[in-house]
């Protein structure tokens, strides 16, 4: 065996370009151990192999080279102890983290599935539901325009790891006024307490559990009034009485489908008998 080795055979040791093995150089990093004055080859010796490894390790661990280089200038077993504990705990929260994508990811996924499926699509359904948390933006919808504002207004609010993509987080709260005309307000679902900053466009809406009558359905935004319209005339020809807001539940929205054509919107009706 032999100590001296080509940029090549040292770069071969560990699976690694010689381009890497250059860039350690031009970082001042793992130099050479020698350089050919006439050809200006590099030589690097297998005492090197040490260094060479604990910088592969450490660049696994999410160091930079900067990071690296100063832990090689303070190198000991204190400070060595001192990195791999503040390693483990950043590995620790990007396990927590990585845990609960794959869960919101596994929500999603089932979510999908269930509402791909149309066999249901216009049809009604009694559903006891159990209060929910949602932050309100309180200005009344008058164009596409006031919904994309509305909703980066509200999700300014979420701290979540998660995004939002595929997921029945969005909604519209529908009131009708004394003119008997519906007014109509964003709505974006919530699973917890949180800080908000001191919008006074937004607010804390607490949706009550109850019994509601339940419908899928597809279309433009008057499409979906109408619908919900026949709905409440239904609910009143049996005997029901419409005790509270409406709450519509995009399903399927843009962020999935791409197609206003392919929306999916769940409405939920507040209802108690007469």
Not at 77 to 106: C, F, P, T, V
Not at 141 to 151: A, I, K, T
Not at 161 to 181: C, H, K, Q, S, V
Request: charged share 30%.
């Amino acid at each position: 065996m032999k100590e001296k080795m080509t940029i090549g055979e040292f770069a071969k040791l560990k699976n690694i370009t010689p381009e890497t093995l250059r860039h350690y150089d031009r970082y001042d990093l793992l130099k050479p151990a020698y350089i050919d004055e006439e050809t200006g080859y590099r030589f690097y010796s297998i005492f090197q192999f040490e260094k060479l490894s604990t910088i592969l390790e450490l660049r696994q661990l999410g160091m930079s080279l900067s990071e690296i280089k100063d832990f090689f200038d303070n190198r000991n077993a204190g400070n060595s102890l001192k990195l791999l504990e503040e390693r483990y705990q950043k590995l620790i929260e990007e396990i927590e983290k990585m845990e609960h994508l794959k869960e919101s990811i596994s929500r999603k996924i089932s979510h999908l599935k269930t509402f791909l499926n149309l066999e249901y699509l216009n049809q009604n359904d009694f559903k006891n539901i159990p209060e929910r948390k949602a932050l309100l933006w309180k200005k009344g919808l008058n164009s596409g325009m006031d919904v994309e504002y509305g909703y980066a207004e509200l999700e300014q609010h979420l701290k979540e790891f998660a995004p939002i993509f595929a997921e029945n987080r969005y909604g519209i709260r529908r009131t009708l006024n004394e003119l008997n005309e519906w007014n109509s307000y964003l709505i974006l679902f919530v699973d917890e307490n949180l800080p908000l900053s001191d919008y006074s466009i937004t607010d804390i809406l607490k949706i009550p559990s109850g019994l509601y009558a339940t419908t899928l359905c597809q279309g433009t935004e008057n499409d979906v009034i109408q619908h919900i319209q026949n709905i409440k005339n239904e609910l009143e020809g049996k005997g029901y009485k419409i005790s509270g807001d409406i709450i519509q539940i995009v399903q399927i929205d843009l962020s999935v489908t791409g197609a206003i054509e392919s929306l999916l919107y769940e409405i939920q009706i507040p209802i108690k008998s007469s």
